[in-house]
């Protein structure tokens, strides 16, 4: 890697641009971190907190860097915030300070599912942005994520909450399937997009190498524990959903589970050449816990 690279990490505080800072602060890569507030940062680091990324503010800073990871996004709507806003044309801006800056390549999180023939207003959100950036004319690569686990990953601290509680709620019949992949893993990814040609202009689906059914994995995630898995009507967790801000499952997410998607690993391992952990080694080393 050649000397002084850099990088620039939008939605710094997310969950996915914590834990991919300080793996990119840990392998001695200068970073530079945009947020709406304040956050700690990791050695390596320049901070920039800008509530409306300013471009006066921004632009100085990204100048000529090799990489930005675009980790801003929502999954669930308000009145002030709703995918267009946020998802599309929050990318487009991001786009353009790129352009402006001469940043060398984009990195972009979507959603796994996310396709042309989208229907959901989340996925198509997601599918405008990744349009954006292929008609961008930057380098970027674009990522498909199914659920990134981590210690501190909300699906996570849900389970672990919920087991503290000793009942876990299975939405529906639990069998449609998740692919869920280490968050360690993606950290090493997304470095790897940012230096590897392999990864020019590619979309790929982030995903472990196992596809499960919700029911298996809350099973194999709560097995050394007392905790009983209940099961509640679909109608019902909808219902709460729909009515109750907060709930533990958001519309968004019981779409995506009810959705089923199931993502191309092959690929990733053969583009990536990583390996991966897998879902009963990740839980057998107790990594999220
Ligand atoms: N985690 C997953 O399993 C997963 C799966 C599929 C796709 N993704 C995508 O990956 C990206 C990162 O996910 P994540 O799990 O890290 O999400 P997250 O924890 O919710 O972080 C997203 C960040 O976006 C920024 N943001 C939110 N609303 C904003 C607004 N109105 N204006 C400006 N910035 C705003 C915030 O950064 P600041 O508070 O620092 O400003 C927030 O921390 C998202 O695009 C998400 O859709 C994640």
């Keep these: 890697m050649e000397k002084d690279f850099q990088v620039v990490v939008t939605g710094a505080s997310g969950f996915v641009a914590k834990n991919v800072r300080k793996y990119l602060s840990d392998e001695n890569i200068k970073i530079i971190s945009i947020s ?6 990791f050695k ?3 901070k920039i907190i800008s509530r409306n990324y300013d471009e006066k503010i921004i632009l100085p800073k990204i100048k000529n860097s090799n990489g930005l990871i675009h980790l801003v996004g929502i999954g669930k709507q308000s009145i ?11 990318t487009k801006k991001i ?17 796994l599912g996310v396709s042309k023939s989208s229907s959901l207003g989340y996925f198509i959100s997601k599918y405008r942005a990744e349009k954006l950036i292929i008609e961008s004319d930057l380098d970027y690569t674009i990522f498909r994520p ?3 686990v981590g210690k501190d990953d909300p699906f996570t601290k849900l389970l672990k909450k919920q087991i503290k509680k ?16 280490y968050i360690n893993d993606v950290s090493k990814i997304i470095l790897k997009s940012l230096t590897d040609i392999k990864f020019k202009k590619q979309i790929l689906d982030l995903v472990g190498s196992e596809s499960i059914s919700f029911q ?3 099973k194999l995630f709560s097995r050394k524990t007392q905790t009983k898995l209940k099961k509640i009507n679909l109608e019902s967790a909808y219902h709460d959903a729909i009515t109750k801000p907060g709930n533990q499952f958001g519309v968004e997410d019981l779409n995506l589970l009810i959705g089923d998607f199931k993502g ?9 050449q990583i390996s991966f952990l897998s879902i009963r080694e990740l839980l057998d080393t107790r990594k999220l816990f």
């Design 36 to 41: 709406r507030r304040n956050f700690k940062k």
């Design 44 to 46: 390596n680091e320049t």
């Design 80 to 90: 002030k915030n709703d995918y267009n806003l946020i998802n599309v044309k929050f």
């Design 95 to 111: 786009i353009n300070l790129c352009k402006k800056a001469k940043v060398k390549k984009f990195i972009y999180t979507s959603g």
């Design 146 to 148: 199914s659920y990134i």
């Design 166 to 181: 000793g009942e876990i709620q299975i939405p529906g019949s639990g069998n449609y399937s998740i692919q869920p992949i």
């Design 216 to 218: 298996n994995y809350v």
């Design 264 to 272: 191309d690993h092959k690929k990733l391992k053969k583009i990536s």
